[in-house]
Structures are given as C-alpha cells and as structure tokens.
C-alpha cells in the first residue's frame, strides 16, 4: 500500500484545511486508517483514525469538535476535515494505514505504511 497525502498549507488562526490521502492498492478499505502529527522537537502523536470494519472514529482529546475523520472507499482515500486551527496544530501530518485492527489504533507502532506527510502551518 502506499499512501499520498495532500491538501497541506498556511492558515490563519481560525482557518480550516481538509488533508487528503490517496492510497494504492485493491485492499484500502480493510485498513484502518489513521492521521498522525509530528512537531519540531516533539514525538509524532496520534490524531484521528477510523476503522476499516464499521467506520467507527476515534479522535484525539486535543482535536476532538474540530478535526473530523472520513474515508471513501470507492476512491481509496482518507481525509481530514480541520476547523477552527490552533497555532499548535502546527505539524507534519501523516496518513498511516493498519491491518488486521478492527478497531482504531492510537499507537504508531502498530502501523503497517506510512505516507510522506504534508506540511501545515497556523499562525495567529
């Protein structure tokens, strides 16, 4: 599987972005999906995932009421809809895929592929 993301860019404080990640491969949808972050200096943390077998959500408690997770399965991709972005939503965000979890997974290592990850930018 491999995984592209995009829809990275520079907002204001306030703003809304929505990221996307295409993947390839005829089994998308019997992968979770998850997005991560990573900040300078900081570990890359789990932001919002969606499970492959009932579309269930999980969200980190800092994103949760802003972020929302989806995925298309027709077209083999995952998006990240973010509103009302904080100068400390700031990262690298990845698309990540994992197999054989019928529930999201918050733990990176539990990833299978990983996208490139895609650069977004808050300033207040």
């Known amino acids: 599987v491999q995984l592209v993301e995009s829809g990275g860019g520079s907002v204001q404080a306030g703003g809304s972005l929505r990221l996307s990640c295409a993947a390839s491969?005829?089994?998308?949808?019997?992968?979770?999906m998850g997005w991560f972050r990573q900040a300078p200096g900081k570990e890359r943390e789990f932001v919002a995932g969606?499970?492959?077998?009932?579309?269930?959500?999980d969200y980190a408690d800092s994103v949760k009421g802003r972020f929302t997770i989806s995925r298309d399965n027709a077209k083999n991709t995952v998006y990240l809809q973010m509103n009302s972005l904080k100068p400390e939503d700031a990262a690298v965000y990845y698309c990540?895929?994992?197999?054989?979890?019928?529930?999201?997974?918050?733990?990176?290592?539990?990833?299978?592929?990983w996208g490139q990850g895609t650069q977004v930018t808050v300033s207040s």
């Open positions: 990540a895929a994992s197999w054989g979890h019928t529930i999201v997974v918050v733990t990176p290592a539990k990833y299978d592929y």
């Open positions: 491969g005829r089994t998308f949808s019997s992968y979770t």
């Open positions: 969606i499970s492959w077998s009932d579309g269930s959500a």
